[in-house]
């Protein structure tokens, strides 16, 4: 009987990596991205050791900038229906990336910190000139790495979605499987992307706690979407979040009813249609503050006049 259940458990282990490819796409070539986007740029940017692979929808210099940071394990393919969106083309340009352990970015080489993702992925902005206005858009650990972001240079973020994100220590689903491949003598056995998503789930709470004290650097407008019924990242992140986002100019929520974690493709239009508004109303608003800062120049000029 003991055999039996030794050898299960083994067969288990191995078969992990064979479930997980079959259900989820990880990553695409630099060559397969091109094909699929013909106006896209993907580069691949070395920093020391590590390479960073992202991509640029550049559409017009008068559109805001959306940067979409994946989940795990995933890559930046996971959001190819929004970059093939013919609307979103309309009004938007797209940077996004494979964040550090996945994709083409040093898959398997897993990044812990959230601190040091976020660096990195202000690194990439920062190749690409600071694009303005920015929206960041992150799902799930992705989210995480926005938050941090918009704690780091709040000044240069427009605005924030967040999509079942994990953002309160603690509150999410850690199997009990993730800490037996902790192991080297395991963790082999896992295809690269899988072992940097393991990695990094186990240090998640740390990674957490370590940006608690920085949430009131954040002061974009952001918009939460959050299923009521996710067992991975639980719903009490959402009003952990809107206790946080004191200086937030605008907290908007979304509690979708009787849905899981996996929304950002179920609920794509839902999602653009939040961000377009938000895009529009601070587009009004910095206008108003221009016309308004115009006419006070104008008046105190007129006044000043012998």
Known sequence: ????KTLFVLLFFLLIPAIFNACIQLRESTSAL?????DA???????RENALRYMSLHRNDTFPTIFFLHGSPSSLSVYN???SDTNLASWANIITADRPGYGYSNPGKAEKSIVKQAEKMWKILEEEGYPSPLYLLGSSYGGSVAVKMAMMKPEKVSGIILVSASMAPGMEKTYAISHVFKYKALSWMLPAMLRSANE??????????EILPHWHKIIAPVILFQGTEDELIYPENVNFARKKLKNSVYVELHLLKGEGHFLQLKYKDLILSRLKSLIDSVQIKNHLNASIGEMTEKFNLKN???
């Not at 091109?34 to 013909?38: G, I, N, S, V």
């Not at 740029?41 to 920093?47: N, P």
């Not at 990094?200 to 706690?209: D, G, I, P, R, V």
């Open 41 to 47: 740029r993907v580069e691949l940017m070395q920093e």
């Open 1 to 4: 009987m003991i055999k039996k």
């Open 200 to 209: 990094e789930k186990l240090s998640h709470y740390e990674a957490l706690t």
């Open 304 to 306: 000043s006049l012998p």
């Open 34 to 38: 091109q094909d699929k986007f013909p």
């Open 81 to 83: 229906t929004y970059y």
